[in-house]
């Protein structure tokens, strides 16, 4: 009968880590005494106070996952690369200096979390480690990231939030297959690669709390992203700031998700949620103008219908808005801020060029009615059988 690492072992509450290491010993000797490896995939010894790693943890042959996170350690040991079967290596919450060596000879390790340590750069051999799945490096003191980061291309998650990046590579857009998250919040980027729009399966991207003040266009194509959280961007640059110059204004917000990140704003906001024709229009009649920031817009109904009540729109130039209401809004490149900031500022404090857009706003929307749509489908279709 193989001796395995027991139930009781890996739930006890150690006190320090020398009982901790005589708990492995008595396993590392059973397992040695009858000569065959230990009989266990997963180890657990996260928030043990351990202060180092035994060398002999190198024989536990069959181990696929080895967790520690929540630990002292500042170093491991070189006898980790025997265990060629591990694909799963959980190191947050240490102080590590640096990623270990060792770690470079796992040769089946897919999840690396080296999260939370004190690493200030990384090592070269990381960006070889091509059969990673999940890297996680956040919370270090890292200033760069290496260009051959692009060759890590079954990356499905990658982490690198709350480090010190000013830029981060045009390689990042060579990882197709991030689909679970690409996280880059809490750094001083002032500007984003056109190549993460390539990302086309990712799911999650994190960019907010940095110095950014626009984004790529290119960022409209990803159309399976789940959360994306610009508009605390947005809000953060512009709503905030402009609004505390606009006396008596309020914003009435549509959010679809989650609006916690509008929360912290006082009485200026007012979340309507879903309103019904009737309310909307009212709510149309009254407002000062309607701001569309899209990153990607269809038709832009929206806006066409705050036309339609004389209501002036600020959108972005992807969508075929500016051809629709030509000379009845403020177009403006998707994801650049500070132009949706002038603009809400234009709209607010210019009342003669507010008004001049809402008559023409009035006009362009009269020629997009359904009978006027109906007609020039027909006109097409003739011209196109005659």
Not at 250 to 278: C, H, M, N, S, W
Request: glycine share 8%.
């Amino acid at each position: 009968m193989k001796p395995s690492v027991t139930t009781s072992f890996l739930e006890a509450n150690a006190a320090d880590d020398i009982s901790i290491a005589a708990h492995l010993h008595r396993c590392h000797t059973l397992s040695m005494s009858g000569g065959q490896p230990l009989d266990r995939e997963s180890l657990h010894l996260d928030d043990r106070k351990l202060a180092s790693v035994p060398d002999w943890i190198g024989s536990l042959r069959s181990l696929r996952e080895l967790h520690l996170d929540g630990n002292l350690l500042t170093s491991f040991p070189s006898a980790i690369e025997g265990l060629s079967a591990l694909e799963v290596l959980h190191l947050r919450r240490n102080r590590l200096d640096s990623v270990p060596d060792s770690i470079s000879r796992l040769i089946s390790l897919r999840d690396l979390r080296v999260g939370k340590n004190f690493l200030t750069d990384l090592p070269d051999w990381l960006w070889d480690c091509v059969s990673l799945e999940t890297l996680d490096l956040s919370e270090n003191r890292l200033s760069s990231v290496s260009s051959r980061i692009g060759r890590l291309t079954e990356l499905r998650m990658l982490d690198l939030g709350h480090n010190a990046l000013s830029t981060i590579p045009e390689a990042l857009g060579e990882l197709t297959r991030l689909r679970d998250g690409l996280y880059l919040s809490d750094n001083r980027l002032t500007s984003v690669p056109e190549s993460l729009g390539g990302l086309r399966e990712l799911r999650y991207l994190g960019i907010t709390d940095n110095e950014l003040t626009s984004l790529p266009e290119t960022l409209g194509r990803l159309s399976k992203l789940r959360e994306l959280r610009l508009y605390e961007l947005i809000w953060k640059r512009t709503v905030a700031s402009q609004m505390a110059n606009a006396r008596g204004q309020r914003i009435v917000l549509q959010v679809q998700g989650d609006g916690a990140v509008f929360q912290a704003t006082g009485k200026t906001i007012e979340f309507a949620g879903y309103l019904p024709d009737p309310q909307l229009v009212e709510v149309l009649n009254r407002a000062t103008a309607l701001v569309l920031p899209s990153f990607l817009e269809g038709f832009g109904l929206p806006a066409i219908e705050a036309a339609a009540c004389g209501l002036p729109v600020i959108a972005t130039t992807a969508s075929p808005l500016p051809q629709l209401l030509r000379g009845g809004g403020y177009f403006v490149p998707p994801g650049d801020v500070n132009a949706i900031a002038e603009g809400m500022s234009f709209l607010l404090n210019d009342s003669r060029a507010r008004a001049q857009l809402s008559v023409i706003a009035r006009e362009r929307a009269g020629l997009l009615s359904w009978e006027a749509g109906a007609r020039s489908a027909l006109a097409a279709l003739e011209e196109a059988a005659s």
